[in-house]
Each structure stands twice: as C-alpha cells, then as structure tokens.
C-alpha cells in the first residue's frame, strides 16, 4: 500500500475507479485513451497516454486565470535522483 | 530568419538537414517516427513522436556519467510566459 508507506490519504475520484491523493493540491483524473508503442522493436517502450476527465485544484492556488505559480512551489524532475524547487520565477515577454 | 532575429548561429547537423543551433550546449538531431493524433477530432492536436540519432553535448557539462545538472542552469516552462531557473537542485534517495 503505497499511500500507508508515504503516509498520505486515498480520497475517492469522482469519475473512476483509482483513489486520488488528499494531500495534493492538485488531482488529474485520467482514463487511457490510447497505448502506443515507440522505439525499437527490441528494446522499446509503450507511451500511455490518457484523458484527464476532472481536474481537482485547490481553490487557494487559483488566482482567477491561471494556477499561482508561485503557491504552487512546483518541483522540477532532472535525472536520476535529483529534483530541483521552481523558486527562481520570471518571465519572458514573446516577441509578436 | 529565426536565427538571425535571435543572434544565433545556424552550424551543420551531421545526418539531418536542419542545421543546430551553435551556441547550444546540447543539440538533438531528430527524425520522425510517428505522428499520433491527440484529443478530441473536432478539437485534437497531433503528437509528433521523433528519434534522437544524434545527440551532441559540450564536454563541459559532462560529469563521467551524466550531464552536470548545476552546470546545464537548466530552464523550467511554466504556463503563459512564465520559467523558472533550476538553480534550486536537491535530491530524493528512492526507497527500496
């Protein structure tokens, strides 16, 4: 059990089966919509790619358009073991 | 002209047409593979799936084994015109 091992709570979804997670701030309820296989025949892999039927966000992320960058505290995945915090924010304007 | 309104160098690819970008540290020289469409037919993209035959590093990001992650300074895409710099790195042992 995966959610003991971590210490997290399995909520009920409300379109499918899977729990989702209560303590994320936020919750994709996905179905798979199709399979397809990539790379080589002898040493390939399957990319699975899904629907998301609901979506759940935490009302305190949302800052009327989009999700707070900022509040969100996203985490970056490199390689291996490392991770980094999305703290160092900016923005670049896109020329016309 | 991309290139030339961003200040950049077009140099030679080795087995595709389309040239890489000089001052890159890391250019992928890529091939079609498949094109798989996405998402509803009335309102669905396409996922264009490619193969990396190329793959070209500057040696001074290499560590022995892997690409140096604080030397990369690794950008992050957010939403809108929103990034992030991966200066904050840190990493997570997986459990057993």
Not at 17 to 25: A, C, D, H, L, N
Not at 64 to 81: E, F, M, S
Request: overall charge negative.
């Amino acid at each position: 059990d995966e959610f003991a091992a971590c210490g997290l709570s399995a909520v009920p979804s409300r379109s499918i089966r899977p729990p989702m997670v209560g303590e994320s701030k936020a919750n994709f309820e996905c179905v798979v919509t199709q399979i397809v296989d990539i790379g080589h025949p002898d040493n390939g892999n399957a990319l699975v790619i899904g629907e998301a039927v609901e979506i759940h966000v935490v009302a305190s992320l949302l800052d009327g358009t989009r999700v707070d960058q900022a509040a969100l505290r996203a985490i970056g995945r490199h390689v291996g073991n490392g991770y980094s915090r999305a703290t160092d924010l900016f923005d670049i304007t896109r020329p016309p």
